[in-house]
């Protein structure tokens, strides 16, 4: 049943995908809003209570409906399943974003590649160089794919129902928007959503990573893994980073031109500069580790039934 709501998900996202700033996420931010304003009182137990009061009774609710309908009839379940699986996942969120930008590239049309850019990760990008903007995307690609895609399907086969997808979504959805004022260790209030979000993320990161190497260049990617990945400041995503980078045979993290001055950072991946024909590289590899991973579910699962 997971293999067939994934495939069934997936099918449907690509033909009819959500935005990702949709109704249904502004709802739960507007709830998470209110939830802070309540009980926010600068205190790490308040955190933890409005992540609670936030997250776990839509956990619950998705896991308790999951199981009615299944008692109903199997089929009921499925489609609850694929329709929490197309709110959740969201492989065109960043690969529509990836393809507005290449061909504003391939055009010769920097400007609107950087706009697009922009739009798509909150950064100043007036600035950058067609290379720095090329490095960007493939770095923003590789991490939507995993927020989107890898880390979603880790849980919802993890947890029972349709819970998993939905918990890793919306905690996702809580680090981005309490945890990471806690990034300077100023806001406790913020600080229980970006711990548990980093325990969400250290077994899927790693496996998405070692799907990158299994799919791309395996040798390039172990090696900056293992050698450029703890010189980014979050280690975690230098790990997913710098296998995707070693897997596709480029380089990127290096310095960025950005409000009116130059941004160092470190260097991960190994091979060619990124340009602007790389991007399509960066989503074929993206493809293969998803194919790869719903054969692994096909394997499992037919070992499964056999036995």
Not at 63 to 72: A, P, R
Not at 81 to 110: P, Q, W
Not at 119 to 127: K, V
Not at 264 to 292: H, I, K, M, T
Request: charged share 15%; hydrophobic share 50%.
């Amino acid at each position: 049943m997971s293999l067939l709501s994934l495939i069934a998900a997936l099918l449907l996202e690509q033909f009819k995908p959500l935005e990702i700033r949709n109704q249904l996420m502004f709802v739960f931010t507007r709830f998470a809003n209110r939830l802070e304003r309540k009980l926010n009182a600068g205190e790490f137990k308040h955190g933890a209570i409005a992540w609670c009061a936030a997250i776990l009774p839509l956990c619950l609710a998705a896991t308790g409906i999951y199981f009615w309908l299944n008692q109903l009839n199997p089929l009921f379940a499925l489609a609850w399943n694929v329709v929490i699986l197309y709110l959740t996942i969201g492989f065109r969120h960043f690969s529509h974003a990836f393809s507005g930008i290449a061909e504003a590239m391939k055009e010769g049309d920097i400007e609107r590649a950087r706009q697009l850019l922009a739009g798509w990760t909150s950064q100043h990008t007036s600035e950058m160089t067609e290379g720095e903007l090329s490095r960007v995307a493939i770095e923003q690609g590789l991490v939507d794919s995993y927020r989107h895609v890898f880390g979603t399907i880790f849980w919802f086969l993890i947890l029972p129902g349709p819970s998993g997808a939905l918990l890793y979504r919306l905690a996702t959805r809580l680090s981005q928007k309490w945890g990471e004022r806690d990034a300077q260790q100023t806001d406790p209030f913020g600080r229980f959503s970006l711990k548990i979000m980093q325990l969400l993320d250290w077994a899927p990161i790693r496996l998405t990573s070692v799907s990158f190497a299994i799919v791309g260049d395996f040798e390039d990617a172990v090696y900056c893994w293992r050698s450029q990945a703890q010189a980014w400041l979050n280690y975690d995503y230098g790990i997913l980073l710098a296998s995707g980078a070693g897997a596709i045979g480029i380089k990127l993290g290096d310095p960025l031109h950005q409000d009116h001055t130059v941004k160092f950072r470190p260097e991960l991946g190994v091979g060619d500069a990124a340009d602007p024909d790389y991007l399509a590289s960066a989503v074929g590899l993206v493809w293969r580790a998803v194919l790869l991973w719903l054969f692994l579910i096909l394997l499992f699962s037919v070992t499964h039934w056999v036995g």
